[in-house]
């Protein structure tokens, strides 16, 4: 070869070079832009039934917020600045599907994407993680390779049953994350959770407490309780739908036992529970609820008579109890406790 010749690149590396330093700086520019605006970002590490149901009470807040042009959260918390931009991370096609088809009604969706096989590059991303896998993949998550790193001084919040705060902190090295543990329920599908936010110790700063109320009572209620009141918490409002279901589906018998047709029993019990729960959330006591439906002599008071009989009162008490108990050990990692608790 001659000294002068040189051997040129060809111009298909070159256009793909240019293409991908493009997207590059587009890609940073988009970050440095989204960090200016001073709206956050949130991953939901493990988005299945209940990051969907958390991410649609979200992304319906701000489709109505921008519709009524405001964002005031309901109970008056409201933080500086919020979640605007999601990522949502599963394995499957079919998580990816399911995402897609539940949440892809709201107009906010746009903001939304959906990572399949890669937590780290979301969780790079995000301002808040929420972690919504099952339990027992916890470990695995946070311990992967470069995420600590990718978690450095963010905020993460579990919803994950039964792992405590410590064994959330014993996965990443020291000071790595703000851990904040919450337990929302099932009813966060309809908007109706009953969530119960551990406190933390030292108390969060007011902004991460406010942002993770709004984001919270964008499925429901909340409540603030210390963490050793987790496991009764999660016997009480994560157990408690099943429990009010048995209730409902005896309430439902009765009707069907005395010949009322099946699915308007069904219809019947339920919405009289609903009402109930209206009565009760407007500040009567179920006490004297109860005392102001049973007329002297009357139908209600005869029905009550049975219940007391059979101490229905103490027994859901007792169930509560029993719940908690068993919330409790599995939480200490043992297995098969139920089979392992007398009567
Ligand atoms: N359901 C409730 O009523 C309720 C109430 C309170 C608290 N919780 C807690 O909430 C958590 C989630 O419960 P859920 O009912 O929503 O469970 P789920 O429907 O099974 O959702 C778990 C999601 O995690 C994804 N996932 C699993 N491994 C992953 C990984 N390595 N990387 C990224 N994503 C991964 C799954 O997607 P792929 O299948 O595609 O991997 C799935 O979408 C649990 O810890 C539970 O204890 C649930």
Redesign the pocket.
């Given at each position: 070869m001659a000294q002068n010749e040189r051997i040129l690149t060809p111009d298909w590396i070159l256009k793909e070079t240019l293409a991908l330093q493009s997207r590059a700086i587009m890609e940073y520019t988009s970050q440095q832009n989204a960090k200016k605006d001073g709206d956050l970002t949130l991953t939901v590490?493990?988005?299945?039934?209940?990051?969907i149901a958390i991410l649609g009470g979200i992304l319906d807040s701000l489709s109505s917020a921008d519709v009524q042009g405001g964002e005031k959260a309901e109970d008056g918390a409201e933080p500086k600045r919020l979640p605007k931009r999601f990522n949502a991370?599963?394995?499957?096609d079919?998580?990816k599907k399911r995402i897609e088809s539940e949440l892809g009604q709201y107009p906010t969706f746009s903001q939304l994407r959906i990572w399949q096989?890669d937590?780290l590059e979301p969780v790079k991303q995000a301002d808040i993680v929420l972690l919504?896998?099952?339990?027992y993949?916890v470990a695995?998550?946070l311990r992967g390779n470069d995420m600590a790193q990718a978690l450095k001084g963010k905020l993460l919040i579990s919803?994950?049953?039964?792992?405590t705060e410590q064994q959330l902190a014993e996965c990443l090295p020291q000071n790595t994350c703000t851990i904040v543990r919450a337990?929302?329920?099932?009813a966060?599908a309809v908007r109706e959770s009953m969530t119960v936010i551990a406190t933390s110790n030292p108390p969060l700063p007011q902004e991460t407490n406010s942002l993770v109320d709004w984001i919270f009572t964008r499925i429901g209620k909340v409540v603030h309780l210390p963490p050793n009141a987790m496991d009764a918490s999660t016997a009480l409002c994560?157990s408690g739908p099943a429990f009010c279901a048995m209730m409902c589906e005896g309430l439902a018998l009765g009707g069907v036992a005395m010949g009322i047709p099946r699915e308007e029993a069904y219809l019947m019990a339920a919405q009289t529970m609903r009402g109930t729960t209206g009565l009760l959330q407007s500040g009567e006591h179920p006490a004297i609820l109860k005392d102001k439906v049973s007329t002297p002599g009357g139908c209600t008071v005869g029905g009550l008579l049975v219940l007391e009989e059979h101490a229905v009162k103490g027994i859901v008490a007792k169930a509560v109890r029993e719940a908690t108990e068993v919330a409790s050990r599995l939480g200490q990692g043992q297995t098969g406790v139920n089979g392992t608790r007398a009567k």
């Open positions: 590490l493990g988005c299945g039934t209940m990051g991370c599963v394995r499957r079919a998580s096989n937590n919504g896998c099952k339990p993949m695995d998550i919803i994950c049953a039964g792992v337990m929302p329920n099932t966060a994560g």
